[in-house]
């Protein structure tokens, strides 16, 4: 599959064909694998022989979309995860000892948030932020227990690019392991590799799987770092299921021609919005408008389905117009076929307090829409009878 687009990447890598010759590739619900004798089942623990042991190791499905990830995103080796949150948790845990340090975006998925301020403050693990419009204060952040510079891009739920070359230089001068979490982009938009990344997350909950209907978490990069992720991993056990790495490595075979629908529809949603009356401000990676759109034009091939703006009125005129909608659906989750709006500062980040929401740009009025692959004319019709609503109610 060398030199090939990644189009054809995404489609034509594929498992061994069985002896039943299948064009395409079966479910292994198998919990576990048989070995020809004692020498065989012995070399195969003592990782002498490369092949499945037990599921929760690997599994021709799992196996599949693990390489289709790696070669998307230019890594070496990867590690899938039953859900993105999964991959985060696990990979920093891997890495990380007690003593160590982070420096990380202040502007980050809740959950993630909830990690480094509830939970690994526990095992002596420290963080400190930066903001993402202040990239050069980042080495004076940085110590000597620093270890990883994580960060998402674009961000959720604000929608800002982080320069992500910058990133890769500091990193490579401080010696630590730069982590991005490539979940909104996916890798047929950005490859943060090619920028210095050593590890790349994903919640392919979101537009991987591209339809709502499974959780998954992948993290691909550096062979000796995905080492160490998946020596954790196969003993913790967070790792995909058989069924959902099947769901989503056929998923990855339509990513390209979704996104590209996607973004296609989600920057004229975004022009829409951007002239409306009730709105105050629109972020969107490929707006003129956006305070990093010369980034995002440099790092991403097009600029993703997610949208935030803030609408005029606060919070009253926010939720007169989530009530109002009618077509969009109402949900935390984003990157289904389906155009889905959220109130990030009431759901996915409800859990920080509002200082520290405000610090990372989530207002009481911010909405997050993710433009799905309905006709876009249905999409803004919707958006604008609600939107009308709120300003009239």
């Given amino acids: 599959m060398d030199n090939t687009h ?5 489609i034509r890598t594929q498992a061994e064909r069985t002896q039943n010759l299948e064009h395409s590739v079966p479910l292994y619900l198998t919990s576990s694998y048989v070995f020809e004798d004692s020498e065989d089942m012995r070399a195969s623990f003592a990782e002498e022989k490369d092949r499945n042991i037990y599921s929760r190791y690997s599994n021709p499905n799992t196996s599949e979309f693990i390489d289709k990830m790696v070669l998307m995103e230019k ?10 949150m999964a991959a985060v948790f696990s990979s920093l845990a891997a890495l990380l000892n007690s003593g160590d340090h982070i420096v990380a975006s202040r502007s980050l998925f809740g959950s993630t948030h909830g990690l480094f301020s509830q939970y690994f403050p526990k095992w002596n693990i420290s963080h400190s932020y930066f903001n993402i419009d202040e990239l050069d204060t980042i080495e004076s952040l940085i110590k000597p227990e ?6 998402e891009s674009p961000t959720n739920p604000g929608v800002d690019v982080l320069d992500l070359e910058k990133l890769g230089k500091i990193a490579k001068k401080h010696h630590l392991i730069l982590i991005i979490d490539n979940c909104f982009a996916t890798p047929y938009l950005q490859n943060p590799i090619d920028f210095g990344a050593d590890l790349v997350i994903h919640s392919a909950t979101k537009l991987i799987d591209g339809q709502g209907r499974v959780l998954g978490g992948i993290t691909v990069g550096r062979a000796d770092l995905i080492r160490e992720i998946y020596l ?3 003993n913790t056990g967070p790792s995909m299921s058989p069924f959902n790495a099947w769901v989503l490595s056929k998923s990855l075979e339509t990513l390209p021609v979704r996104l590209e629908k996607h973004c296609e529809n989600a920057l004229k949603v975004a022009k829409f919005l951007e002239n409306h009356a009730a709105i105050s401000k629109v972020k969107y990676p490929f707006l003129k408008s956006h305070p990093q759109y010369k980034i995002a ?3 991403m091939k097009l600029g993703g389905n997610v ?4 609408i005029k009125k606060g919070i009253d005129a926010g939720r ?9 659906s109402i949900s935390a989750n984003l990157g289904d076929t389906r155009s889905i709006i959220t109130h990030p500062a009431s759901t996915t980040h409800s859990k920080l307090s509002k200082s520290d929401r405000l610090e990372s740009g989530i207002t ?3 909405i997050r829409i993710s433009v799905g692959l309905e006709h876009v004319d249905d999409v803004i019709k919707d958006l604008n009878q609600a939107l009308e609503s709120g300003i009239n109610n």
């Fill in 146 to 151: 620093t270890k990883i510079l994580f960060a």
């Fill in 232 to 234: 954790f991993s196969r």
């Fill in 307 to 310: 949208i935030a703006f803030e």
């Fill in 320 to 328: 007169n117009f989530i009530d109002s909608i009618k077509l969009c």
């Fill in 75 to 84: 890594a070496e080796a990867g590690f899938a995860f039953a859900s993105g």
């Fill in 364 to 366: 009481d009025g911010l």
């Fill in 297 to 299: 034009k440099k790092q």
């Fill in 6 to 10: 990644i189009e054809t990447t995404a």
